[in-house]
């Protein structure tokens, strides 16, 4: 299936090169290859740093502008039982004693966003779907513009 697509993708890139200019072969190749079906075309995922939604906070309850950000794990504490318990077991001879997972099968995570009222400073996390790639306040796409080299 792949070298069927990647040699039909190839002979449409060599017919596009002999009838257009090399900058609008690109267009008509990342064109062509969002119509193929069956074919997952991994796009950039931006979102506004602000955003006007509901707030669940006692003195709002209503929809207000939040501030947005993306969720990030805090530092594992050396203090936790499990923490302490495992390097105890670790500590002295006998090598790795518990076992190490292996067989990850997802390539991507879950985007969480943080979303903080402007007006009470309440928080909460909404989480979105995969992607690959995440932007927090890009340039946004306007219609109709030319393609940059």
Do not use: W
């Amino acid at each position: 299936m792949e070298m069927s697509i990647l040699a039909y993708i190839s002979d449409h890139v060599i017919r596009y090169h002999h009838k257009f200019e090399n900058k609008l072969i690109f267009f008509r190749i990342k064109s062509f290859l969002l119509r193929l079906p069956g074919l997952v075309v991994f796009k950039m995922v931006n979102v506004p740093k602000t955003r006007n939604t509901y707030c669940k906070g006692k003195n709002c309850r209503k929809h207000t502008l939040h501030k947005v950000s993306q969720y990030k794990k805090g530092k594992d504490s050396l203090y936790a039982q499990g923490k302490r318990r495992y390097d105890r077991k670790q500590s002295g001879y006998g090598g790795q004693t518990k076992p190490v997972f292996h067989k990850k099968a997802k390539t991507t995570k879950k985007i969480v966003l943080r979303l903080e009222c402007q007006s009470c400073k309440y928080k909460h996390q909404v989480a979105i779907k995969r992607c690959k790639h995440f932007e927090l306040g890009g340039d946004k796409k306007t219609k109709g513009a030319a393609l940059v080299f």
